[in-house]
């Protein structure tokens, strides 16, 4: 009886026939239940029950991991735990779609907040021949001397020769400077454009992730006083430490920068979120906004103004949340619909506008970032968003 009413429930969500009464009864149910049994019954349904926009019935892994998301982001405000699978079993002929679901419970359920985006749905107003493709890694290098090398197309182990004499080379996308005696005085600048995200380590040894539409600018080498850099955009930095050269993080266009000895931190200084979030994750930094310095302590956040000395600290932030993006994921907590689309407009390089008034509520979740925006949007679909994708990368929320 129990399984009967569980695969009745599947069912009738991947209709979209489920009632908010039903969305309870079966969040509840998927708690209760073996993993083993609710995969089963995914597997089956989904398996039955052919995408008609597709060629034929089988799916591919993506496809599938979207879909069995849909089911499982119930709009019922309940949390399905995530827990460890207990027994293993054996792939059949759908095994992909087993496998897929265990990929997606154990990564966590997509949890739709209270105040779930207004709208009705629309999963199919998207042609299945529009779609964008998730970002990647790569970036833009600026030698001292103007050069730009385009790092995503650099092939393993080429030597690049500046203008101004400089020396590097490209080794599996990182970048090694070959010139011994380079000088502090040649900065170089590493940019991200939308659609990607890029790690380097600098001559001391500090590793620097950057976000998708950010930038560090930094010397080729560190040499005496304070180690210096600049930063606009979103960038995580594991700092080495060096007592005797303190590693300072200039904001770009504002009074704040960061002191640090020996850490690790992010910052994000997008414009378009109008303030500047400085979280620590590991030892401590002082912040200075002009007139006012202070010290972070591990799990706690800066919130500062680009132009003002003002400053909230927030505490007790989850540091898993806050570098989630440079572990390929998006995450959401009660995110507007302006932060999420920001967030897509960013990885995806799309153009987003609004047709009539912008949907209402909040969104809490994570996505996997390694999703086309088709697949991340259908996510977003069942929070009842409407939207509509176009050609030239244009996204119009409705």
């Known amino acids: ?74 709009d019922s405000h309940l949390e399905i735990k995530a827990a460890t699978a207990k027994s293993k079993f054996k792939l059949s002929k759908y095994g992909v779609a087993a496998a897929a679901a265990v990929l997606i419970i154990l990564l966590g359920t997509y949890i739709i907040s209270r105040n779930s985006f207004i709208g009705s749905a629309n999963s199919n107003n998207i042609a299945k021949t529009i779609d964008v493709q998730p970002g990647n890694k790569g970036a833009v290098l600026v030698l001292s001397d103007g050069t730009e090398v385009l790092l995503d197309s650099v092939s393993n182990g080429k030597v690049i020769v500046g203008r101004d004499g400089s020396k590097i080379r490209i080794d599996n996308g990182q970048i ?74 200039n904001i770009a266009d504002s009074k704040t920068n960061i002191e640090v000895l020996g850490t690790h931190f992010n910052v994000n200084t997008y414009a378009d979120n109008g303030n500047y979030k400085t979280t620590l994750l590991e030892g401590s930094i002082k912040l200075n906004t002009g007139k006012l310095k202070f010290l972070l302590k591990p799990n706690q956040q800066a919130i500062t103004q680009p132009q003002s000395d003002q400053f909230q600290i927030i505490e007790n932030i989850n540091p898993e949340d806050i570098v989630a993006w440079k572990n390929d994921l998006f995450y959401f907590n009660e995110a507007s619909i302006d932060d999420v689309m920001q967030e897509l407009a960013r990885w995806y390089s799309i153009d987003v506008s609004y047709q009539g008034s912008k949907p209402s509520g909040t969104f809490t979740g994570k996505i996997d970032k390694n999703l086309t925006l088709r697949q991340a949007l259908k996510i977003l679909g069942a929070t009842r968003v409407k939207y509509e994708l176009l050609q030239n990368n244009k996204l119009i929320i409705q």
């Open 1 to 74: 009886m129990h399984k009967e009413r569980i695969f009745y429930l599947l069912n009738l969500y991947y209709e979209n026939s489920l009632s908010h009464d039903e969305s309870i009864e079966l969040s509840l149910l998927i708690n209760e239940t073996d993993q083993e049994e609710v995969i089963n019954a995914l597997s089956k349904i989904i398996s039955a029950a052919p995408d008609p926009e597709s060629e034929n019935a089988d799916f591919d892994e993506a496809e599938i991991k979207y879909r069995v998301s849909q089911i499982l982001a119930i």
């Open 176 to 249: 090694v400077y070959l010139d011994k005696n380079a000088k502090a005085s040649n900065i170089n600048t590493v940019r991200t454009p939308k659609g990607r995200q890029y790690h380097l380590t600098l001559s001391d040894g500090t590793k620097v992730w950057l976000n998708a539409a950010s930038s560090i600018e930094y010397p080729v080498a560190f040499t005496t006083g304070a180690r210096k850099v600049t930063i606009s955009g979103e960038a995580y930095f594991e700092v080495v430490k060096n007592p005797k050269k303190p590693f300072r993080v």
